[in-house]
């Protein structure tokens, strides 16, 4: 075992890392791995901003390595089926998708502990702002609500179930125009993400999507998923399920020369076909970049509470400073893309 990850790097006997630290160091940590040759699979959510999955789209390409996100439900059958269905226009022109997630924590104060023996706290932060040790910190369904690590679940659940509207509407290398929404954030203590809320997103083609979280996370049986709507029917998928209205979309095949997605049963197993084979994996970096961008871009929106425009070609806000300048944040010296 390593404190310092750049150590596993450098040995020439390693040929891909599993990327599976706090959001925060995702992007350092992946763009090294590519510099140095190495194959990655890294957790969701992708980023911590959009500039830090824009470069890790990036120094994958520049670098030729082998990038499979954890968005492992590219990998189930029920979503490939789904957004088959949605892609060849078995439920008509889609004018909708509603997402429901789990919505995030809170605490009911600000703690400090005593740090750990043998415990790297300096290296844990990392590139984040100094902050005092605390177990409710750094436990793993804790650093998670604090904005400096992750963006609550409207990242960490939405990576999963935005990147399924992306490729059920067949947008995965672009996404939304306009962004707005808003939100309920914790009245004290040191977890600060959304703990509900509601945003919506415009496509350039009028398709609008939604997403909402209207409790506290809820485990292991909560609600959510994606409903995809269209001007013939809707077709509903989550973990486990899938449902239509009208019933007979279930029983729709989808033929020789129509759209079929990438087929994956298994996503570990996939990335390390494509280790072998050199393909493109099943969740590529770059399709990943796309769909939690738009988690990010919702995240500033009910953050400055205003409507965002967005170019999704040159990955710009429009007309508005403030909410282009939180497309990335601050790193703590020395570390830097």
């Given at each position: 075992m390593y404190s310092d990850f750049r150590k596993i790097l450098g040995r020439d006997d390693i040929d891909a890392v599993n990327i599976a630290t706090p959001d925060h160091w995702h992007a350092i940590i992946a763009i090294q791995a590519a510099q140095a040759g190495k194959d990655i699979y890294c957790q969701?959510?992708?980023s911590l901003t959009v500039e830090h999955g824009r470069k890790m789209a990036q120094a994958a390409k520049r670098y030729g390595v082998v990038f499979q996100t954890g968005t492992q439900q590219r990998s189930e059958e029920q979503f490939r089926r789904a957004c088959e269905l949605v892609r060849?226009?078995?439920?008509?022109?889609?004018?909708?998708?509603?997402?429901?997630?789990?919505?995030?924590?809170?605490?009911?104060?600000?703690?400090?502990?005593?740090?750990?023996?043998?415990?790297?706290?300096?290296?844990?932060?990392?590139?984040?702002?100094?902050?005092p040790f605390a177990y409710k910190r750094i436990d793993p369904f804790g650093w998670r609500w604090i904005f400096d690590y992750a963006g609550g679940c409207v990242t960490d659940w939405g990576a999963h179930h935005i990147d399924i509207a992306q490729w059920g509407l067949g947008t995965t290398l672009t996404g939304p125009v306009e962004f707005e929404g808003e939100a309920v954030y914790p009245s004290k203590g040191m977890y600060n993400t959304a703990l509900h809320w509601r945003y919506q997103c415009l496509y350039k083609n009028g398709v609008k999507l939604t997403c909402f979280a209207k409790d506290e996370l809820r485990l292991p049986n909560f609600p959510n998923g994606v409903k995809f709507i269209g001007d013939r029917g809707w077709l509903y998928v989550n973990r486990g399920s899938i449902d239509a209205e009208p019933k007979s979309i279930l029983q729709e095949k989808i033929g020789p020369d129509e759209t079929h997605l990438y087929v994956s049963t298994d996503h570990?197993?996939?990335?390390?076909?494509?280790?072998?084979?050199?393909?493109?994996?099943?969740?590529?970096?770059?399709?990943a970049h796309r769909s939690v961008t738009i988690?990010?871009?919702?995240?500033?929106?009910?953050?400055?509470?205003?409507?965002?425009?967005?170019?999704?070609?040159?990955?710009?806000?429009?007309?508005?400073?403030?909410?282009?300048?939180?497309?990335?944040?601050?790193?703590?010296?020395?570390?830097?893309?």
């Open positions: 969701k959510p992708l060849n226009g078995r439920i008509g022109k889609v004018h909708g998708v509603e997402v429901e997630v789990p919505g995030s924590q809170a605490c009911d104060g600000v703690y400090e502990d005593p740090v750990p023996e043998g415990f790297d706290y300096d290296m844990w932060l990392g590139p984040a702002p100094e902050a570990y197993r996939n990335f390390i076909d494509c280790v072998i084979s050199r393909q493109t994996p099943a969740a590529p970096v770059e399709e988690c990010h871009l919702a995240n500033i929106a009910m953050r400055l509470k205003c409507r965002l425009r967005w170019d999704p070609d040159t990955e710009q806000v429009l007309d508005n400073d403030e909410a282009a300048q939180m497309l990335s944040r601050p790193m703590r010296a020395p570390w830097r893309l």
